[in-house]
């Protein structure tokens, strides 16, 4: 490090400065040059660079309206009135959790917006820099498992497009066997799935906004037009489903509620974990707060058309599809197989714009974490692609092992305590204040012992998670039983996981504080050049990524 150890570090400038600046630009890039060449990190774990921050305010609200209006959108309200709950009180139980998570969303996505850096750099301030590897490896999975239930789900979309184009399909004969837990025309359609969605990995991030808006434009079209048609054939006053009310009271009903809450809470909280992997490719630290409010009136609004939808096809076809691709899959006529074929279209355009921003991404980037001498976002994706489509076959998990599917969908018991812990950190301990250019230094601040493992980050999240595990075992195997307590706390998860987790890690730091890593001012990746005439001084940061002394010689070359 430089001479001046005891000089405070320096507030590094505004995106819209380092715009301006030229000699900026080119420290930037310098910046990143040394990090790379002294940590052995790939470009694409830097800091995202100005020329790339190209996420506004409206991006992010195509984004959530994108993400929310797809097949699984129209399913949500399903388990919730099964369980007694009315369609009213699931559409107040869904839009609670969004709103929640959505917040959530929103505080930790800052971290993203302010360093553009994503989830496994940013992890590296609270768990220390191996402790982390941890957090990722854990997010990753979770990546991966739901980009092949998603690939699934996809599929299911081509079909339906088959069907509308060539009716004759529904005849096709099945020649794998039962075990196989695939017929053939799923798999056919699973195959041209995959082949459709494979060239898309290759769009970088910041490019792909325009798919969020086409989707944003188009599925919400296709949802109000399923709900019109659906009213406009049979109405719904009068169904059982429509008129079905809450089954539950007292006790049961708040229990099975919070249930639900925790659930729908579950489904979104691998991306408050690793929202920085979005939020980097911001303009401001203030383009992504409109999250808190598009996410619940999404959430809440594809919910009513799947309840319409739902209670329409039961008065039409005898049966209660909650899934809107069986329902355009009953539009046989020529007209009906038209609107079919669109509905399904779009559905796919939203299905794959889901499984590679939520799953695609953040698990590759995950894959450029941990091995970044070798893979890349692009390649990290295309890893994830083929592992989750084909090593896990997600038509074996989805009919032939609920157990399995039930411990992943709880896995928001480990994600509670992340979030938790990343929060309390940022706001609380560091004040918002971090050095980023030694998140990547391995030997820096950030490390905090010999073994890079922030002792306090390990306590907080054990103690976030053990409590629930009695409650969370029961969901992986029915014969066993735990009382009605353990059930109740699981039930309170995502709540208790947060907030026990995020507050002894606070307490923890409060009282045996990591002083090395307090810093009086934020060193951010927007890099001016100090005393800038000839390059006298040098920037902050590229003495930390390096860690070792930088001099200039006598014409203050360096």
């Not at 099945?174 to 799923?186: G, K």
């Not at 928001?412 to 301990?429: E, R």
């Not at 109740?488 to 890593?517: D, K």
Request: proline content about 4%; glycine content about 8%.
């Amino acid at each position: 490090m430089s001479s001046e150890k005891n000089s405070p570090r320096l507030e590094l400038s505004s995106v819209d400065a380092i715009r301006r600046s030229n000699a900026g630009e080119q420290v930037f890039v310098l910046c990143l040059s040394c990090l790379n060449a002294a940590d052995d990190e790939q470009p694409d774990l830097d800091p995202v660079p100005p020329h790339r921050r190209t996420w506004r305010t409206h991006n992010f609200v195509m984004y959530w309206i994108s993400d929310n209006f797809s097949p699984s959108g129209f399913r949500n309200a399903a388990s919730l009135m099964q369980i007694g709950l009315s369609w009213r009180d699931s559409l107040v139980c869904i839009t609670i959790a969004q709103f929640i998570v959505g917040v959530v969303i929103v505080l930790n996505g800052v971290v993203g917006s302010r360093y553009h850096i994503n989830f496994s750099i940013q992890s590296r301030a609270s768990f220390g820099y191996y402790f982390s590897y941890l957090m990722v490896i854990m997010r990753m999975i979770v990546g991966i498992f739901w980009y092949g239930i998603q690939a699934y789900t996809g599929a299911e979309c081509v079909r339906s497009i088959i069907y509308a184009i060539w009716p004759s399909f529904h005849n096709v004969k099945n020649t794998l066997p039962v075990s196989a837990n695939i017929d053939t025309q799923m798999m056919t359609a699973y195959v041209v799935y995959f082949i459709l969605i494979l060239p898309m990995h290759y769009i970088p991030m910041h490019h792909l906004k325009w798919l969020f808006t086409i989707k944003s434009i188009t599925t919400p079209i296709v949802g109000f037009a399923i709900m019109g048609w659906i009213i406009h054939k049979v109405g719904v006053s009068n169904t059982s489903l429509w008129t079905q009310e809450t089954t539950l009271h007292g006790s049961t009903l708040a229990w099975t509620f919070l249930s639900g809450l925790y659930a729908n809470i579950g489904t979104w909280s691998t991306l408050a974990v690793n929202v920085p992997d979005f939020t980097r490719y911001a303009v401001n630290d203030k383009s992504a707060f409109v999250t808190a409010f598009v996410l619940p009136a999404t959430g809440c609004l594809i919910t009513f058309f799947g309840v319409v939808s739902a209670a329409g096809s039961n008065i039409l076809y005898g049966k209660i599809l909650w899934d809107p691709l069986l329902l355009i899959d009953e539009w046989t006529s020529s007209g009906g197989r038209a609107a079919a074929f669109f509905c399904a279209f779009f559905f796919l355009i939203a299905q794959i714009g889901v499984n590679i921003a939520a799953n695609s991404i953040s698990a590759a980037n995950d894959l450029n974490c941990l091995f970044p001498r070798y893979i890349n976002i692009r390649r990290g994706q295309i890893i994830v692609a083929f592992i989750g489509s084909w090593a896990l076959t997600p038509w074996n998990i989805l009919t032939g092992a609920p157990a399995f599917l039930s411990f992943m969908s709880g896995y928001s018991v480990w994600l509670g305590p992340i979030a938790g812990i990343l929060l309390s950190d940022f706001y609380l301990v560091h004040k918002k204040k971090y050095d980023v250019w030694e998140l990547y230094n391995k030997h820096g601040m950030y490390r905090y012992n010999k073994v890079g493992t922030n002792w306090r980050a390990f306590i907080a999240f054990f103690i976030g998670w053990v409590p629930l595990l009695p409650g969370f075992i029961p969901t992986v195997n029915s014969s066993i039983t735990v009382s009605a307590g353990a059930t109740h706390l699981y039930h309170l998860g995502y709540f208790y996981g947060v907030g026990a987790a995020g507050l002894s890690y606070y307490v923890l730091c409060r009282f045996w504080p990591a002083t090395e890593t307090m810093l009086e001012r934020a060193v951010l990746p927007d890099a001016d050049v100090i005393h800038g005439h000839s390059g006298e001084d040098m920037e902050e940061g590229i003495e930390a990524a390096l860690g070792d002394e930088i001099v200039a010689d006598k014409d203050h070359k360096y």
